[in-house]
């Protein structure tokens, strides 16, 4: 659903909501290239799905930065039987089911472009990822972190594009260069565990990609 009212150009609201069924897939049942164990007992994850927000549009205040745009977004998913890779050991991991999860956060987002040329991308993620199993069929786990699954996660990425409509500004020469980006990608995610019983020895560090 998007609402974009036109006395509010600039805002686009966001929403949606479902209900969706995933059953496992090949790699998932039969493993695959010796690192993960199948597990032909596994069930069909369902799940409800809501997400909103909202995104803002800036308008072109300094004619050196455009297209800027802010957005906000709340997720929240319930999941039955949800379908989750496990270490069993240093190399060696297999998909179990989950009786149910929650899995519910905030994202921010921020785009802009420099000088028609360089164009700006970070959106920043917070959740929280628990094990909502009943007490009654898995008093072990319930209330802990899912694994593989951090609580911050931070993307940004930095791109150079060029043409020859918009050449670097590096000479005639450059006005002959084929189109062509140049970007840097960055990843910094947070700590995680590999396990579902959330021992310290299968914590994962926080890391930059």
């Given at each position: ?12 609201l966001l ?20 690192r993960?164990?199948g ?9 409800r ?47 179990q ?22 164009s700006?991308?970070?959106t ?17 786990n ?43 990608n ?14 310290a020895r ?8």
């Open positions: 659903v998007l609402i974009d009212p036109h006395w509010r150009d600039p805002l686009a929403a949606n909501g479902g209900q969706y069924e995933r059953a496992p897939n090949f790699g998932e049942l039969f493993g695959q290239e010796g993960v164990r597990n032909p007992a596994l069930r069909t994850e369902r799940a799905n809501l997400d909103a927000g909202a995104r803002l549009t800036v308008p072109s205040l300094v004619p050196w930065l455009d297209d800027t745009a802010f957005e906000y977004t709340f997720f929240d998913s319930t999941i039955d039987h949800l379908i989750q890779l496990v270490s069993l050991s240093a190399n060696v991991a297999s998909p089911n989950i009786g149910r999860a929650s899995i519910h956060g905030h994202e921010l987002g921020l785009r802009g472009r420099l000088f028609e040329r360089w700006v991308q970070v920043y993620t917070h959740q929280s990822p628990f094990d909502r199993t009943p007490a009654r069929d898995d008093p072990t319930r209330g802990r972190r899912l694994p593989g699954r951090p609580a911050d996660d931070l993307y940004a990425r930095l791109e150079l594009a060029w043409s020859k409509a918009r050449p670097l500004p590096l000479g005639r020469w450059a006005a002959h260069l084929w189109p062509g980006r140049l970007s840097y960055l990843s910094w995610i947070g700590e995680s565990f590999h396990d579902r019983a959330n021992q299968n914590l994962i560090a926080q890391r930059e990609l």
